[in-house]
């Protein structure tokens, strides 16, 4: 308990924020978030960054990693989305998609918009140059990584936001090793637009191929949009065994989540309960087995 004026320490503040008493918070950090080798000073700096940003590492938007013997805060892309919506200034972002002649995508364009200034943010990042080939997520779906690796980084860029590693910051090698068995990279897709419910303030463009081709949804998110082919399905395809051998093969629980956190369940199978909730229940039994 702290004497009357005492200032509350940070782990303290935090605790109470997320309506815990320290002990509590501690342990359960210690067992399910923070690597098996953590140390307190590893625990104070993480709990550093989430208070900073008031991010919730139960709903995975940031969490710790282990590399090339050191431990490392990381924010997952939800922990990106989160922050940049609660800024007062922030105004939307734009994506655009470069492909070759065959149609795989070879660079992602971000453009984020603040209310504040006369130009946006805009960042491309190329498939060449981030793709990770022992990563499941990565193989499997790399047009929507390289939208997520360019999204972090505009973020960054265009709000500050600093001391945390991403999926594509140099540590000296892979953040984490899934160490899959070896195949052929999966060609890069287009992404289909999200779906969104009907909305009569919905601004349609037209569609075409390529840069430039947008559409606005109602939350001011702005996704590419590209000629269909007869031969793709108009329903995103997610694949949940994928994500589910996946995570069986996982080592430990930070991998584990690593692996959750790159095909992004919570997101993309938004409007279909069944699916998420069998991806859910998968990590959280395969959460307990690892854990012990």
Not at 204 to 218: H, I, M
């Amino acid at each position: 308990m702290n004497a009357p004026g005492q200032s509350l320490s940070i782990i303290d503040e935090y605790a109470t924020s997320r309506h815990m008493e320290r002990k509590a918070l501690e342990a359960v950090l210690f067992k399910t978030i923070m690597p098996q080798e953590a140390t307190m000073e590893d625990l104070v700096a993480f709990i550093q960054l989430a208070h900073r940003f008031d991010l919730d590492p139960f709903a995975r938007e940031i969490y710790c990693i282990k590399s090339k013997g050191r431990i490392y805060p990381y924010i997952s892309v939800d922990g990106y989305a989160r922050v940049i919506n609660r800024q007062e200034q922030y105004d939307g972002v734009e994506f655009a998609y470069d492909q070759d002649e065959n149609g795989r995508i070879i660079a992602v364009t971000c453009s984020m918009y603040r209310k504040d200034r006369s130009r946006p943010t805009t960042v491309t990042e190329f498939l060449d140059e981030c793709i990770m080939p022992d990563s499941t997520a990565w193989r499997k779906s790399p047009g929507r990584m390289l939208r997520h690796r360019a999204f972090v980084q505009a973020s960054r860029l265009a709000f500050g936001i600093s001391a945390a590693l991403d999926e594509g910051s140099d540590v000296g090698g892979p953040v984490v090793d899934l160490s899959p068995p070896s195949e052929p990279a999966a060609r890069a897709e287009a992404p289909r637009p999200r779906r969104q419910p009907p909305s009569p303030s919905r601004a349609a463009f037209p569609e075409g191929s390529g840069k430039g081709n947008v559409e606005r949804d109602d939350d001011g998110v702005v996704w590419a949009s590209e000629t269909k082919s007869k031969d793709v399905s108009d329903d995103t395809a997610f694949d949940i065994d994928g994500l589910i051998d996946a995570m069986e093969a996982a080592k430990d629980v930070t991998e584990l989540k690593t692996i959750y956190n790159d095909y992004g369940p919570d997101d993309e199978l938004q409007g279909k309960p069944e699916l998420l909730d069998r991806a859910q229940n998968a990590f959280i039994r395969i959460s307990k087995r690892l854990a012990g």
